[in-house]
DNA sequence: CCTCCACTGGAAACCTAGGCTC
DNA sequence: GAGCCTAGGTTTCCAGTGGAGG
C-alpha cells in the first residue's frame, strides 16, 4: 500500500532542483516555525472538532443525554432519530454526548460500545457493515459475503462477547434512498436475535427532513421510537458561536470584527449553518497567515468563500469514478447548456478515442442525476415540446476547477 | 386539442469479483 | 478446485410523458 502525499492549498511555486529550492524551503519551514503564527490552536477549527461547551444547544443535549441514560443502568435506551439541516449541531451533539457517556462507561467499566458510521463515506449496505465490523474488531471480507451473513457474524461476536453497542449512523439518508433499507431492518431486528440481555440501539442522524417518507413502516416505527429536530441557528447565534471559536483558536485581536460578522452572516444566508461558518473561518485564517498578515479582514474571508468553494469541486470531481469524469470532460469541451443526447455522443466519442467501452445512454442518463445530486451539474428534466424530452444539463461549479481535477487523471488528460 | 420527439426512469436480466462448502 | 451464492454495477427493454408546433 503506497503512501499518498496530499498538499493542502496553493502550490508552491519555483521550487526545483537546485541550491535555489533550499532557500524557498527554509523561508516556508521559517515561516511556519514562528512563533507568531496568528493561529493558537487551529484545530478548534477542524470540522470534527468537538468543543467543550457548545453553545445553543443545551436542550437538545440534554434531550439525547436522557434518551440514552438507560445505558448506565445497561438497559437499552430507544432508538433515536436526529434531525435537522446541515450544520445546526446533529454530529456534534451526538459526538458530545457520546464522548461524555463514554467517560462514565469506562467508570462503570460497562461492555457498551460507541460506533460512529457515516453513510455517505460507508455509502453501500455491505460498506456499513464492513466498517461496522472493522470497529468492532470483526473483519468483513471486502465482498462475498450476504448482508444477513455478514450481520449475522457481528451479531455473533456481540453476543459471545456481551457487547453493547449503540450506533450513531451519520446521514442515514443516503444510503436509504439509494437502496432499500435492509439493513436497518437488520440492525434493528438485531435485539430478537441478541439474547441475554445485550442490545443495539441506533442514533440515526438525517440532513433531509423528508427522509423519513422512504422507510418502510416496520423500520421506522422502530427507528424513530424518539426524535429530536435542530433548528437552524440565527445570525446571532452564529456571532456568538465564531467568537467562541475565535478565542479557541486565534491569538486575541487577530480575527476582526467586520471578518467575524462576514463569515457569520455568510453562513446564515446558508440556512444558518455554523459548519460553513467555521470552514470559513479556519479558510480566511489559512489565507491571512500565508500572506504574513498579521489580522484576518472581511477579505480574507470573502476569498475564502471562493476556494471553499473551488477546493470542494476540486477533491469531489477527483475522486469520482472513471466514466463520470469521463462525462465532465465531455461536458466541459461542450457549450455552456447541453441535453443528454448530445453530451452521450460527445463522451461516447472521448471513451473510444482513450480505448474504452463507453457505458450505455441509459446509465450515463443514471449518472448525469447522480452528478446533479453531488451538486456538480444541473440536470433538471425539461421538455422541448416537439424537440423531446431531456435533461438541461450544465455546470454548476467553477469551470477551472472541475478541469483542475480532471487533468489530474493521467488518462482523461490526454485528452483534455 | 392532438401529435410526436427524445428522452426518462422503472424493472428485470446479466456480469463480475469474491467468499463459502464440500 | 468445482460449483454455488450474493452485492453492486451495468445493460436491455420498454411504457410513459411535457409541451411546442401544428
Redesign the pocket.
Known sequence: MGIIMEFEGAPVEGVGEGGAAGDVLDKIFNNIMKSNSIFTNRDALRNDYIPDRILFRDDEIAQLGQMLAPILRGNKPSNIFLYGKTGTGKTVVAKYVMRKLSERISQLKLNTKFIYVNARLA?????VLVELGSQLDISI?????????ASSRIFDKLRRDGVNVVLIFDEIDYIVK??DD?ILYELTRANNELLGGNFVSIVGISNDLKFKEYLDPRVLSSLSEEEIVFPPYTVDELEAILRDRVKLAFRPGVVSEAALKLCASLAAAEHGDARRAVDLLRVAGELAEREGSEEVSPDHVTRASKSIERDRTYEVVRSL?L?AKLILAAALSAPDET????L?SNYALMAKRLGI???????I?????ELDVLGIIN?P???????????RIRLAVPRDAVARALREDELISSIL
Not at 357 to 363: A, G, I, S, Y
Not at 365 to 369: A, P, Q, R, V
Open positions: 455509502s453501500t449496505q455491505y460498506k471480507p471486502f465482498t462475498g459475503l450476504s448482508l444477513s451473513e439509494n437502496y435492509n469514478p466514466h441535453n443528454t443526447g448530445r452521450y467501452e463507453p457505458l450505455t445512454q441509459r446509465r442518463s443514471g449518472i448525469l442525476s440536470a428534466v425539461v421538455s422541448s415540446g416537439r424537440f423531446g424530452r431531456s435533461k
